[in-house]
C-alpha cells in the first residue's frame, strides 16, 4: 500500500473514531457558549412538575420546591450538554433566590449533578446559615475525591431576593451578592479541566434525598460556560433581581382571563391567616401565616418556626419621621449650625468622591441644597466661628469670621492628603476654601476657646498602616490670620476629640481605638495647664468609639431633630425626625433649646 494511501486510511479511520464526527454528528464545543437555564429545564414550560408551587413576595415570583419528590425535580445532563458528555472547564452559575430562616447547623442544596451509579454530588451549590458551599468531584485524585469551597459571610436570610454570580476558573472561585465587593477564594484543588457528566442528571434543590431540600424561593438557576457572568448581570436597576434568564411562568403576572378561562400559569398569594395568640408551625402548618396583633407583625411557618416576614419597628413614641435627605453618598457625619441674618443649615459628611459632601438649607419647613464642596471620604464637619463674638484675646478688633472644617479620609486626585478650612463668603454667600492643613485619615475636628484663645484640633487616625501617629492641635494666629501648629499629642487610631470643662480648668480627651496589635489600649484625657495640654487621666477602654447626639433645631414651639446617621450604600439618604419635648423629659438627646 502506498504512503498517500496509508495516510488517507489512518484519516478515515481517526475521524470516524470521533476526532470529527461523533455519534452521526459533526463535531461542536460542548456549549454553545450560550446561557443554560437549569430551572427552565427542571420546570418545563406549560405545566408545572409535582411539587412546585409559585409564589409572588415583593412584586417578584420563584419557585417553591416540595420536600416528597425530590427525584421529580431532576433531568439528564445530556438535555443541556446536547454535544458532548464534559463539564466546562470555566462557567458562572446565576442564581436568584429568596432564603427563608435557615436553622443552624442544616444545609440546604440550590442545585446538584449526581451521577446515576454514585451518592457523591459531582457539581452542586449549597447553603447554609451565613455560608455558601460550592462543591466538585476531582477526578484527577486516585478513587475521586469531593472538594468543597466555602464562602463564609454569606448573609441571605432576611427575607429579601438576592443574585448571586458564583465565577470558576481553574483554582480560583469568586462570588459577586447584589453586585457588590466579590468574594475571592483560591484553593489547592482546581476545579477538574475534565468532568464527565455521561449518564448523570441536575436536581433542583436537592441531592436526590429528602433532606436538605431547598426550603426558599427560586427565581433563577443558569449556568454560563466560558465566561465570568458579573458584567451581563450587574447592569440592572435592581441588582437583588437582575436576570439572564428566567422560565416563563415567572416572567410576568399572568393577564386576568377572560370569561371562564383557567391561568395557564397560578401563582399563591392569598393563603390562609391565623389571629390571635401563637400557633403552633408544624410541617402541617408549612406556609401558613400567623399575624401577631400587639406586635402588628406577620409571621410564616417553615415548617418548623415561625420566621418573621414583616414586623413593626419601634420607635420613641414622641418621634417621627419628618424628611428624608437624598444624599450624595453614606454619610458619615452631619453638622446643624446657623449663620446669623442668612439662615439654618446642615452639612453633610458624604464618603464618596465626586460628588463630594453636600450642604443643605432650611428653607419653607424643609432642608434644601444649597451647596456641594469637593471632599475624599469626608468623616465630619466642624462649624465655628472667630471675631468678637468669641471674645478674643486682641489688641485691635476682629471682625466676625464663620469657619467650616471637614476632616477628609483619604488623598485627593493628586495623591496628596489634607483636610480643608473653609470660610464664609458674604459677598457670594457661600463657602469659599481658606486654609488646607495636612492631616492622615481625618476622623474628626474640634474647635474650642481657652482664655480668650482659638484653637482647632484634628484627629489623625492613621498615616499609611501605621496608627500609632501623633494628632494636631493648631493656635489661631490673628496676625497671619491662619490656623498654626500650637502641640501634638501621641494617639493610636483615633477616633474622636471632645472638650470640654468642669469649673476654671479645660479638658481635652482622645478615643483611642487600635494601636497596630488589640483594640483593647487606653484613651486619655489631657488637661490644660501652662499653655499647653498635659495628661491628666488614662482609661482602659475596647475599641473606644465616639458617642454622638442628636443636634436640635427650634421652629414654632417644636422641637425638630436631626439625629447623626450613617447610611448604607443601598440607601445613602438621612432622615429628619420631628417630636414634642416636654422641658422637664430627661437629656437623653443632648442639649435642647426650649421655644
Excluded at 433581581?241 to 393577564?255: E, I, K
Excluded at 439654618?344 to 460628588?355: G, K, S
Aim: net charge positive; aromatic share 12%; charged share 20%.
Amino acid at each position: 500500500m502506498s504512503a498517500p494511501l496509508l495516510l488517507w486510511v489512518i484519516l478515515l479511520r481517526w475521524a470516524s473514531g470521533g476526532g470529527f464526527i461523533r455519534g452521526g454528528r459533526t463535531w461542536q464545543h460542548c456549549t454553545d457558549l450560550r446561557p443554560l437555564d437549569i430551572l427552565s429545564e427542571a420546570v418545563p414550560a406549560g405545566a408545572l412538575a409535582r411539587g412546585v408551587r409559585v409564589f409572588q413576595v415583593q412584586g417578584v415570583r420563584g419557585f417553591q420546591l416540595a420536600a416528597s419528590r425530590p427525584r421529580a425535580l431532576g433531568f439528564p445532563a445530556s438535555r443541556l450538554f446536547i454535544h458532548c458528555d464534559r463539564f466546562p472547564e470555566e462557567f458562572s452559575i446565576i442564581v436568584t433566590l429568596r432564603v427563608l430562616g435557615v436553622p443552624a447547623k442544616r444545609n440546604e442544596y440550590i442545585f446538584t449533578l449526581m451521577a446515576e451509579e454514585s451518592p457523591g454530588v459531582l457539581v452542586g451549590l449549597r447553603y447554609a446559615p451565613g455560608k455558601l458551599h460550592f462543591l466538585f468531584w476531582s477526578q484527577e485524585r486516585a478513587g475521586g475525591w469531593q472538594t468543597r469551597v466555602t464562602f463564609p459571610s454569606v448573609s441571605l436570610s432576611d427575607g429579601q431576593w438576592h443574585t448571586l454570580v458564583l465565577a470558576v476558573s481553574g483554582q480560583s472561585f469568586s462570588l459577586t451578592v447584589d453586585c457588590g465587593i466579590p468574594k475571592d477564594v483560591v484553593v489547592e484543588t482546581p476545579f477538574p479541566a475534565s468532568l464527565s457528566v455521561r449518564r448523570a442528571s441536575f436536581y433542583l434543590g436537592n441531592r436526590r434525598r429528602r433532606k436538605g431540600v431547598f426550603t426558599g424561593l427560586l427565581r433563577q438557576l443558569v449556568l454560563l460556560p466560558g465566561a465570568d457572568a458579573t458584567p451581563r448581570i450587574c447592569t440592572a436597576m435592581n441588582f437583588k433581581v437582575a436576570t439572564l434568564s428566567v422560565p416563563a411562568v415567572l416572567q410576568d403576572v399572568p393577564v386576568k382571563p377572560a370569561s371562564n378561562e383557567v391561568l395557564k400559569y397560578p401563582y399563591e398569594t392569598d393563603t390562609k391567616v391565623t389571629l390571635g395568640s401563637r400557633p403552633r408551625c408544624t410541617k402541617q402548618e408549612k406556609a401558613q401565616f400567623w399575624f401577631n396583633a400587639s406586635r402588628r407583625g406577620l409571621y410564616l411557618c417553615n415548617g418548623s418556626t415561625w420566621v418573621s416576614m414583616l414586623e413593626v419597628k419601634h420607635k420613641l413614641d414622641y418621634v417621627e419621621e419628618y424628611q428624608n435627605l437624598v444624599t450624595n453618598s453614606e454619610t458619615m457625619g452631619i453638622e446643624v449650625f446657623t449663620i446669623p441674618k442668612v439662615g439654618l443649615f446642615t452639612a453633610m459628611a458624604n464618603r464618596i468622591t465626586p460628588p463630594g459632601s453636600a450642604i443643605y438649607k432650611w428653607t419653607d419647613g424643609k432642608f434644601v441644597p444649597y451647596q456641594n464642596i469637593p471632599t475624599y471620604q469626608a468623616q465630619s464637619w466642624k462649624y465655628f466661628t472667630i471675631g468678637k463674638k468669641e471674645k478674643i484675646k486682641l489688641s485691635w478688633l476682629v471682625p466676625f469670621q464663620i469657619f467650616l472644617a471637614v476632616a477628609n479620609f483619604e488623598q485627593n486626585e493628586r495623591g496628596q492628603e489634607f483636610s480643608v478650612i473653609y470660610k464664609w463668603s458674604r459677598r457670594k454667600a457661600k463657602f469659599i476654601t481658606y486654609q488646607r492643613i495636612t492631616t492622615h485619615s481625618a476622623r474628626d475636628w474640634e474647635a474650642f476657646v481657652i482664655e480668650g484663645e482659638a484653637f482647632l484640633a484634628v484627629v489623625n487616625h492613621r498615616e499609611g498602616n501605621n496608627h500609632n501617629i501623633d494628632s494636631v492641635i493648631y493656635r489661631w494666629n490673628p496676625r497671619t490670620g491662619l490656623f498654626e501648629t500650637n502641640q501634638t499629642i501621641p494617639t493610636s487610631g483615633a477616633y474622636d476629640w471632645e472638650f470640654f470643662t468642669i469649673g476654671p480648668y479645660s479638658f481635652l480627651a482622645v478615643a483611642n481605638t487600635f494601636n497596630g496589635t488589640s483594640t483593647k489600649i487606653y484613651s486619655h484625657i489631657y488637661i490644660w495647664l501652662s499653655g499647653s495640654f498635659q495628661l491628666f487621666q488614662s482609661i482602659l477602654l475596647h475599641l473606644a468609639l465616639p458617642g454622638r447626639t442628636i443636634s436640635h433645631l427650634r421652629d414654632e414651639g417644636k422641637f425638630d431633630l436631626l439625629p447623626s446617621c450613617q447610611a448604607t450604600s443601598s440607601n445613602p439618604n438621612s432622615a429628619l425626625r420631628k417630636g414634642k419635648i416636654r422641658r422637664d423629659v430627661p437629656d437623653a438627646f443632648g442639649q435642647l433649646v426650649p421655644a
